[in-house]
């Protein structure tokens, strides 16, 4: 079981937790944001915690939360990981277009990348969002395939796309439910030397269809291996507010990959603070040859 996360400086970091809240600071501005399992006491002095630039207010009995500005922002701004770019903004639902935890999945796959004899190697993201791992494997060269049932957070993607001057066939916009997708994929034939999914909890196809992680992951994971060419790379499959555990998502993965020889890791996606306290925010389960 692995505690995974980022330990190199980039443009974000983890400032505190405490009460209920996390102290982040995205490049300049500093938010703070709620995190329901953040049950212990601050470390920073109040005072730290007032320099927060916007506060997100989590609604009460159906209300929904609202951002309390308290600094004007400039949006979007920008935050840089490596040599990589991202727009961010305050979204309705306490978001800011981007999981900073993974980081440490852009680094495991960056790392997967070297050595690659296959100039443009082919990757799938799933549930891929405004594209955070999109934009790290399309720098690194890489044919990415961007998978959203979201129309916005497919423009969102385009936007961070545009932002890192990257060619336009470096990747393949996708606005499809992921599960319909891979079955079309199978029925062609197509074949990627690496995929990596991040599905919600619980989620909607672009027709409406209902997305259950516990329920759908299993057959999406089985069509997906059959997805992998012969000398694929990897395959990471990451999970958030799920019911489910890193435990059973490798208990999954191990049957999926059965009879593939490679490694396989999993454990917790983490944030570290500055004084080095670490908080998990989501689970993974990953396979490498
Ligand atoms: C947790 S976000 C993914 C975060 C992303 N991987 C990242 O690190 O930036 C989940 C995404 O899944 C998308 N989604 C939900 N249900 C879907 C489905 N059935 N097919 C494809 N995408 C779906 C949502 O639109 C959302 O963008």
């Known amino acids: 079981m692995i505690l995974e996360h980022y330990d190199k400086p980039w443009d974000f970091e983890l400032l505190d937790t405490g009460n209920g809240f996390r102290l982040e600071k995205w490049g300049e501005v500093i938010l703070a944001r709620p995190d329901p399992q953040i049950i212990w006491q601050k470390s920073l002095p109040e005072a730290e915690w007032g320099k927060a630039w916007a506060i997100f207010k989590p609604g009460s009995s159906g209300e929904k939360g609202r951002w309390g500005i308290k600094h004007k922002l400039p949006e979007p701004w920008t935050v840089q990981f490596q040599n990589v770019r991202f727009l961010l903004k305050?979204?309705?639902?306490?978001?800011?277009?981007?999981?900073?935890?993974?980081?440490?999945?852009?680094?495991?796959?960056?790392?997967?990348?070297?050595d690659s004899k296959i100039e443009k190697l082919k990757i799938l993201n799933l549930f891929a969002y405004t594209g955070g791992a999109t934009m790290v494997l399309a720098k690194h060269g890489c044919q990415v395939t961007h998978v959203d049932a979201s129309k916005p957070a497919i423009t969102w993607a385009n936007e961070n796309h545009k932002l890192n001057n990257l060619p336009p066939n470096s990747?393949?916009?996708?606005?499809d439910d992921a599960v319909k997708f891979v079955k079309r994929e199978i029925k062609r034939g197509a074949k990627y030397d690496g995929i990596i999914m991040d599905p919600p909890a619980f989620g909607h196809s672009p027709s409406?269809?209902?997305w259950k992680f516990n329920e759908d992951l299993p057959s999406l994971l089985?069509?997906?291996?059959?997805?992998?060419?012969?000398?694929?790379?990897?395959?990471?499959?990451?999970?958030?507010?799920?019911?489910?555990?890193?435990?059973?998502?490798?208990?999954?993965?191990?049957?999926?990959?059965?009879?593939?020889?490679?490694?396989?890791e999993f454990g917790e996606l983490c944030l570290q603070q500055k004084n080095s306290r670490t908080i998990s925010t989501g689970i993974f389960a990953r396979w490498h040859n």
């Open 171 to 175: 990747v393949r916009w996708i606005l």
């Open 222 to 264: 089985a069509d997906c291996v059959r997805l992998l060419a012969n000398d694929a790379r990897f395959l990471i499959v990451n999970g958030y507010a799920t019911n489910s555990s890193a435990l059973a998502l490798n208990n999954l993965l191990e049957d999926a990959m059965r009879g593939k020889p490679g490694k396989m």
């Open 208 to 210: 409406g269809k209902v």
């Open 90 to 114: 305050l979204s309705p639902f306490k978001h800011t277009g981007l999981f900073a935890e993974q980081a440490a999945q852009w680094k495991f796959m960056i790392e997967r990348l070297k």
